[in-house]
């Protein structure tokens, strides 16, 4: 998926194929003092992240965090490097990132009033395995995507920009960098911190029965992301929104029997939960069907490859040669092993779930469900691993749309689960406890995904900075395993402080404390829907139409023109709402236009063009890589603050603002931050 709008150098600067830290060179990764650090981080990151995913629905990417987290405390000691640092941010973000797909799932069981608790090994059991099942599964997918490949993943991209930068690379666009922090935190915490920021701008207006209108939100990190990831990916997403909310949204409007009284924005609202996430949903399952079809001779290629690795690096060791120190995955044989233990781990947690159903006492019916069951998790699992790997190449790991994934997980799994034991429900197998079933398996494939999306965006960052690839997966496995035990401890204490939903632990416990966990209500929603027949299936079949639709008209595009429309991407527009789709488009025109900008001064400049050409493409991208940091860091210091200082958080939120204010401030400073960005990727000048 190439980007060919524009000829010119600048096009390179994601990755130039030569790393910060040479292949030559080799210094210390996993030390005694990042080890540590990573521990302790990946538990205060899970913690954190699970906290913020039950009250607002969200998490908060730690790739960046803890890479800025981790050189303020490394460089307390005399020795310490890069790839120390680098090693800590691997670790840390597949803690965080287990933590979401944990609390976008888990929670629906104590909704769904199966579960009166977080049993402690029935969490840690299917997070570590769902966990370690996306680190083996991307291990080849390294190859495909980021050798073979040309996606961006923007934030490994920033995160190897921010590393660089603190280890005193890029001097001379640190600048840059700070000047797109500064500007991204300063609006991320007027927005969420202080709520002086208006967040979006929304029109919809009725017209007669019917609703249109459009919106943006005010997101430096998508303006960001957009820009990292350019125009033609953006357009492929804004042509999702305008399905989305261009055409679906007025016919379902107009048809759907909505009181005439509703507001406008709530109403559309109401379609995008009701409505567009399904349609989305079902573009989603089209689209990665059809990439999965796509890479399979990829990625047999990569495995291919990694087996003859192995056989060349033996063969070296005996002629004294060593392959690149950049290029070693944990050896394939390894990866292979792994998922012989991973398929009868499977097998026994399976065979505990069902057990739990009352479908035991069908010994046959049971033994062949299991079966169908590990086989469908195995397949999900690496289906989601490629869309969640895919889409992180897109827009990133902040945004990426991990609750479709989970809903695909768990939507699939709740058919083949009813189509096998439809015959004996009533007799002693409780569809509620099968609902549950599907949750948990559900909960598994997300943990899947989202180790895979990080740990993409990890290997991305560790190929920029020179990393050894085997050392980042090992410390994967380490931050899979952390958060997994201590994920059940922590969503305890969370029930048991403020309750989840409409379920409580004791009596007279404060409603209004409670924390909504609305992505795990979804999906208990959801399961249990399948289980009683009242799923709307018309909304699938739209998405899948919608998929195949663009799938045939990307097949054409790929041999008439340069242009591409990836299918995953028009999902993700059509699943998001336009306050991250726009910024998105925002980002990429900002990148297009400038290089345009660029391109005018060719003839003036002469043979000076190509250097001055890669300056201003440098300079841009790492001020988009500061931006995305900026809001990161933001988002995790406001994190902090709601977690452990409530009362903070009250205090800088009290200052009143009035709606107009409020919108002309954040209009301003957003429109002043992507202005910036032009004019910084657009300089001919250089530095100063």
Avoid at 305 to 318: A, D, Q
Avoid at 509 to 517: E, I, K, N
Wanted: proline share 3%.
């Amino acid at each position: 998926m190439s980007d060919n709008l524009v000829q010119q150098p600048r096009k390179k600067t994601h990755f130039s194929g030569e790393p910060y830290i040479s292949a030559s060179k080799n210094l210390p990764e996993i030390t005694v003092k990042a080890f540590i650090l990573s521990i302790i981080l990946t538990v205060i990151m899970s913690a954190a992240n699970a906290y913020l995913g039950l009250k607002v629905g969200m998490t908060v990417a730690a790739t960046i965090p803890a890479a800025v987290i981790s050189m303020a405390v490394l460089k307390l000691f005399r020795h310490s490097n890069i790839l120390e640092n680098n090693i800590v941010q691997t670790t840390v973000s597949a803690g965080e990132g287990l933590a979401a797909a944990a609390v976008f799932t888990l929670p629906a069981l104590i909704m769904m009033k199966f579960w009166t608790h977080f049993p402690f090994w029935h969490v840690a059991a299917l997070m570590a395995l769902g966990g370690v099942m996306g680190i083996l599964f991307s291990i080849p997918l390294r190859r495909v995507f980021l050798i073979e490949g040309d996606l961006k993943f923007p934030e490994g991209l920033a995160a190897a920009e921010v590393l660089k930068a603190g280890d005193g690379a890029s001097k001379a666009g640190l600048r840059d960098l700070i000047v797109g922090t500064i500007l991204s935190a300063c609006l991320k915490f007027g927005q969420s911190g202080m709520s002086i920021f208006e967040e979006g701008i929304n029109y919809w207006k009725r017209v007669g029965g019917s609703v249109f209108g459009a919106g943006t939100g005010l997101c430096g990190i998508l303006v960001g992301a957009g820009y990292i990831v350019g125009v033609q990916v953006a357009v492929s997403i804004i042509l999702g929104s305008v399905v989305a909310w261009g055409i679906c949204v007025p016919i379902y409007a107009a048809i759907g029997g909505y009181p005439a009284d509703l507001e406008p924005y709530a109403l559309v609202m109401q379609i995008w939960k009701e409505k567009l996430r399904i349609i989305g949903v079902g573009c989603m399952v089209t689209g990665g069907i059809w990439t999965t079809i796509t890479l399979l001779g990829s990625m047999k290629s990569a495995i291919i490859e990694s087996l003859e690795v192995i056989k060349k690096t033996k063969l070296n060791k005996k002629l004294g040669i060593l392959s690149l120190r950049t290029e070693r995955d944990i050896p394939i044989h390894w990866v292979g092993f792994g998922l012989v233990l991973v398929i009868i781990s499977l097998v026994g947690i399976v065979a505990c779930l069902l057990s739990e159903t009352g479908l035991g006492q069908f010994s046959g019916l049971y033994w062949t469900t299991i079966g169908v069951m590990v086989a469908l998790c195995l397949i999900l699992g690496l289906v989601a691993a490629i869309i969640s790997a895919y889409i992180a190449g897109i827009i990133g790991s902040s945004n990426s749309p991990l609750s479709g994934l989970a809903i695909m997980a768990i939507l699939s799994i709740s058919l083949i689960l009813l189509a096998l034991v439809s015959p004996v429900i009533g007799s002693g197998v409780v569809m509620l406890a099968m609902a549950a079933v599907a949750v948990l398996l559900g909960s598994l494939i997300t943990g899947t995904a989202v180790i895979s999306l990080d740990n993409m965006q990890d290997l991305k960052a560790g190929q920029i900075v020179g990393a050894t690839p085997w050392k980042q997966q090992a410390m994967l496995i380490v931050g899979v395993f952390v958060s997994a035990c201590i994920m059940a401890p922590v969503l305890n204490v969370l029930f048991e402080a403020y309750g989840i939903g409409d379920v409580f632990p004791r009596e007279g416990m404060d409603v209004a404390q409670s924390l909504t966990a609305p992505k795990a209500a979804l999906m208990a929603g959801l399961a249990q829907s399948v289980f009683d027949l009242s799923l709307d299936w018309s909304l699938m079949s739209v998405g899948v139409g919608i998929g195949i639709l663009f799938i045939g008209l990307d097949e054409i595009l790929k041999r008439t023109s340069t242009w591409r429309i990836p299918i995953l991407a028009v999902a993700v527009g059509i699943y998001m709402p336009l306050e991250i789709t726009v910024p998105i488009l925002i980002g990429g025109l900002i990148s297009y236009f400038s290089e345009r900008k660029v391109n005018q001064s060719k003839k003036v400049l002469g043979k000076d063009f190509e250097t001055k050409a890669l300056r201003a493409g440098q300079r841009g991208l790492l001020m988009a890589s500061g931006i995305v940091a900026g809001e990161a860091l933001t988002g995790l210091l406001i994190a902090v603050l709601i977690v452990f200082f409530p009362s903070v958080k009250e205090a800088i939120s009290g200052l009143v603002v009035s709606e107009g204010l409020k919108m002309m401030m954040g209009m301003g400073l957003f429109a002043f931050l992507c202005f910036y960005l032009f004019k910084v990727s657009s300089s001919m000048q250089g530095e100063k």
